[in-house]
């Protein structure tokens, strides 16, 4: 077995907790490869006694060789830029929560040494998650994906705009708002939901179209089949520039342009833990369980 350990900042308490991972996986017989940013942030933090023999990467493409898991230390943003490392090569992704909230890194620091276990036995599911893919005639993306959402907003985020939006050609609406999300079921606990979006199960097969603070308090949030296609127009009668933003990524279009937003080609694989499921996340992350009438 190959795995990949990626991952960005972390504590020094957090430390320890990748000291024992990778021990465990060496003790498995298990090939380790490490991104180089992230051995670089782990170089700092280990002691003399800790000594990694590190096989460094710096792009998942190149290795020439299958990998069989590309883990994520981190939160979901992490999981986020993994997915970006990923792309179309068909890696499940495993995250392991040393982050916060961890809708998509739901595998807790403690359970570590039953994550190993359940990869050496095959314990486990891999969830397939959709990807909206974005495009323009006036302009070239740079990862034109999105694990989450996309959305559209002005530069200047005080100012309302104007978002026209079509589904296969048909006009939907003209949205007055400070900007527009479109969002998959994987997206929508995330920004989508802070608008008033609802929550979509992983396996929906649905988009989420979601305005930002509207102008008209009647528009609400929309749920599309995800083998729609949205055609977005910014209509501006000032030369603004406005801001596509693609999960964490930030990109500038210019007034008067026009996106195209689709389902990708290609899923994300996340793993998770067969003790796990999609309710119990939902329940832990967003506190239901502290409902004591359930108790």
């Not at 299958?66 to 179309?88: C, E, N, P, R, Y």
């Not at 570590?112 to 050496?120: E, F, Q, R, S, Y």
């Not at 296969?168 to 802070?194: C, F, K, M, Q, R």
């Not at 596509?244 to 990109?251: A, G, I, N, P, T």
């Amino acid at each position: 077995m190959r795995v990949v350990i990626h991952g960005k900042k972390f504590s020094k308490e957090i430390t320890k907790y990748i000291i024992e991972f990778i021990t465990q996986l060496e003790k498995f017989n298990i090939d380790v490869l490490y991104m180089k940013d992230f051995y670089e942030n782990l170089k700092k933090r280990i002691n003399y006694d800790n000594k990694i023999n590190a096989k460094t990467i710096s792009n998942v493409r190149r290795v020439k060789k299958k990998i069989d898991f590309f883990i994520s230390f981190g939160g979901d943003g992490t999981i986020l830029h993994a997915a970006t490392l990923v792309q179309d090569l068909d890696i499940p992704i495993i995250g392991i929560n040393t982050g916060r909230l961890g809708f998509l890194a739901t595998i807790a620091k403690h359970e570590i040494g039953n994550l190993l276990k359940a990869l050496v036995n095959k314990n486990y599911r891999l969830s397939e998650r959709a990807l909206i893919n974005t495009s323009s005639k006036d302009m070239k993306f740079t990862i034109p994906f999105a694990l989450n959402e996309i959305s559209v907003s002005a530069k200047e985020n005080t100012s309302m705009i104007n978002i026209k939006v079509f589904l296969n050609n048909e006009y939907l609406n003209t949205y007055w708002a400070d900007g527009l999300i479109v969002s998959t079921p994987t997206g929508s606990t995330g920004y989508s939901l802070s608008c008033g979006g609802p929550i979509v199960l992983p396996k929906s097969n649905n988009f989420i179209i979601t305005p930002i603070a509207p102008h008209n308090l009647n528009v609400r949030p929309l749920v599309i089949s995800d083998d729609t296609i949205i055609r977005i127009e910014i209509l501006d009668n000032n030369s603004r520039k406005f801001l596509v933003s693609m999960d964490s990524r930030h990109e500038y279009i210019k007034n008067s342009s026009a996106i195209t937003l689709k389902k990708a080609k290609f899923n994300i694989k996340l793993l998770e833990l067969e003790t796990h499921n999609y309710s119990q996340t939902l329940r832990e992350k967003l506190l239901w369980g502290l409902d004591t009438r359930n108790n």
